[in-house]
């Protein structure tokens, strides 16, 4: 645990620190499009909420992603998450519906957090990361197999 902690706390304030910019940047976004009265604001709050549960979801995978990397950069983990997201987007939703329920319920029995949601939740998120990107490999193996397969039917015309 304390080796952990010694290696990766730079790299997580990192990534904490361009999370809660991007989360600021997101909640004044929509906070402009709730107090301002504009008819093309629906449109502006819409957009905003839709880029909020994105970024959300994007980053229910990108600290395991950048826990999992062999180079630790934070943009690089958070474009692997973003590729994910794009490639397997019902486990992305998923894991974040998941982890809003686990939340919301620790919050109403609050020993929960302490005990066991954070543990939970980093679970639930590593496991869905690691499951994916096996799954995506294997799509991305049989499509390569699948080219192959193809060229050599050309070739031999």
């Known amino acids: ?11 997580s304030l990192k990534w904490g620190g361009i ?7 997101l909640i004044i976004n929509i906070w402009f499009s709730l107090n301002i009265e504009a008819s093309w ?9 839709m880029i909020a549960f994105i970024w959300v979801t ?13 180079e630790k950069k934070v943009l690089l983990a958070l474009r692997n998450a973003y590729v994910i997201f794009v490639r397997r987007p019902w486990d992305g939703i998923k894991v974040t519906l998941l982890v809003s329920l686990i939340t919301v319920g620790s ?4 020993p929960l957090w302490l005990f066991i949601s954070m543990a939970l939740i980093a679970h639930i998120q590593t496991r869905t990361v690691l499951r994916s990107i096996e799954k995506i490999r294997a799509q991305d193996d049989k499509r390569d197999a699948s080219d192959t397969h193809r060229e050599g039917i050309d070739a031999g015309e």
């Open 1 to 11: 645990l304390w080796d952990g902690f010694k290696k990766n706390w730079v790299i």
């Open 41 to 49: 604001s629906v449109f502006t709050l819409f957009f905003g909420l």
């Open 19 to 25: 999370v809660l910019l991007g989360n600021l940047i």
């Open 107 to 110: 919050i109403v029995i609050a």
């Open 58 to 70: 994007i980053n229910q995978f990108s600290f395991p992603m950048l826990l999992l990397q062999e």
